[in-house]
């Protein structure tokens, strides 16, 4: 086994997982991806596709699939305060001017990130529950009473990775006092709304967002509202319409025109982890919410997401058997830093959105809301593929 290239197998099939697999394929890697649910799916809510992953997805000839599925946000998208009256516009190009910022239903990038994959390389009804390793390989033990032996195991098993403690200490998650109401409207019920923009209103420690997705057939709307009491991160449960449209009262009447439409809505609590010194143990290493879980206010959990994912490919793409310790701790060192700095910058922009702590003077928060676009200039500008690249020059 010491002169072979490394196989992969991949503990869970979300969207970091399923975007892993593509882009270690398309290093001509053998993969297998094992998800513990009996079959695939995602919740009804939307997330946020941003150039810095865009980039990435088109690399993977998954271009096409995003204008397929993705809504395109693009000039009207701006912050607002609670009544409405413009604060700044949301940047959506990256610091070059391109523009690749899509709304997406969560369903919809699991199926488009399937539909590219070979029929044999997911296998659900795999719960990994254990795991150990020697020098030549590594092996997860499943739920079901079967075993997998691979040359690299990455645990892509979200924010409760079950392999997390294979590499570090349990911690214990950070709650951060906040839920989201999170749900779809259909663009029938809501015909005069602008689908081609990213709108956010914000208040007293609460926060508002809509932006369309399916390609304009539904608009996502979540709101940010102080939780009553501390929930586990886990938790997500039908919440009442009523109430949410009890916590938006009185504010811009455009967001009760969406929350008329609501007739079901979800709740989540928001919960991030400290970040971690180390994401690797020899051959197992840690991806996604798995290694980074971070609050929503940034829009970067699944985009940094896909970028961990391109960089480890691209990293065992050219070593053997043998080197894979080092090259997951080559892909460790690459990502920790930049990851660690958007947990952090998202817990900042949480309490800039809520108008909390030191954003209750106003004028302050409308001041930085206006100036972040510099930084999300560069966030969308960067490329993970030259870092990832010179990474694994230096690994030969
Ligand atoms: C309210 C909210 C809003 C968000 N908005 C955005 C946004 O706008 N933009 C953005 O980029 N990100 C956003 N995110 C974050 C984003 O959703 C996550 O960062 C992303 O989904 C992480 O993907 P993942 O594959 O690492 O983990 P997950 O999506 O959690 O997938 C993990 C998978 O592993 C499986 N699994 C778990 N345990 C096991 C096991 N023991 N064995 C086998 N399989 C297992 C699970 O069933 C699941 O399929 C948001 C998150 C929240 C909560």
């Known amino acids: 086994m010491a002169s072979e290239r490394p196989n992969i197998a991949i503990l869970g099939g979300g969207i970091g997982g399923l975007f892993a697999a593509n882009a270690l394929i398309s290093q001509g890697l053998e993969v297998a991806v094992y998800e513990q649910a009996p079959e695939l799916g995602e919740i009804g809510a939307g997330f946020f596709l941003t150039p810095n992953s865009a980039r990435q ?3 993977l000839g998954l271009g096409p699939a995003i204008e397929r599925w993705g809504s395109l946000v693009g000039e009207g998208s701006q912050y607002l305060r609670h009544d409405g009256s413009h604060i700044a516009k949301v ?9 690749a910022t899509y709304g ?4 919809d990038m699991i199926e488009l990130l399937v539909e590219q994959l070979p029929e044999d390389v997911i296998h ?3 719960r990994g529950i254990d795991f150990f390793q020697n020098e030549k390989s ?11 032996e691979a040359s690299v195991i990455v645990a892509a098993d979200g924010i409760h990775s079950e392999l997390r403690p294979f590499v570090y200490p349990p911690s214990t998650p950070v709650f951060h006092g906040t839920i989201s109401y999170r749900g779809l409207v259909h663009r029938e019920k809501l015909p005069e709304w602008p689908m081609d923009r990213w709108l956010m209103w914000a208040g007293a420690s609460k926060h508002f967002l809509v932006f369309p997705v399916r390609n304009g057939k539904m608009i996502n709307y979540v709101g940010f509202v102080p939780a009553d009491k501390e929930m586990r991160e886990s938790w997500s449960a039908k919440g009442d319409p009523d109430q949410l449209r009890a916590e938006f009262e009185g504010w811009d009447p455009k967001i009760r025109e969406v929350l008329e439409q609501v007739d079901q809505t979800f709740r989540w609590a928001l919960y991030d982890r400290e970040p971690l010194p180390t994401w690797t143990k020899g051959r197992l290493t840690l991806l996604g919410d798995a290694a980074h879980p971070m609050l929503p206010h940034l829009g970067q959990g699944a985009n940094q997401t896909m970028e961990d994912g391109m960089a480890l490919a691209i990293i065992l793409s050219s070593i053997e058997n043998s080197a894979v310790p080092a090259a997951l701790a080559a892909y460790d060192n690459l990502r920790r830093e930049r990851v660690a700095e958007i947990v952090l910058g998202a817990r ?6 809520d108008s909390m702590s ?6 302050k928060r409308d001041t930085e809301l206006a100036a972040h676009a510099d930084f999300r200039k560069q966030l969308y500008a960067y490329d993970v593929v030259p870092d990832a690249e010179a990474t694994a020059a230096a690994l030969i």
């Open 104 to 107: 997406m239903h969560r369903a």
């Open 57 to 59: 997805l088109k690399r």
């Open 91 to 99: 940047q959506v190009e990256d610091a070059n001017g391109w523009n």
């Open 358 to 363: 030191e954003y209750a003077d106003l004028n």
């Open 124 to 126: 659900c009804g795999y």
């Open 138 to 148: 590594a092996t997860v033990i499943f739920e079901n009473g079967e075993k997998v």
């Open 348 to 353: 900042q922009n949480g309490l800039r959105v």
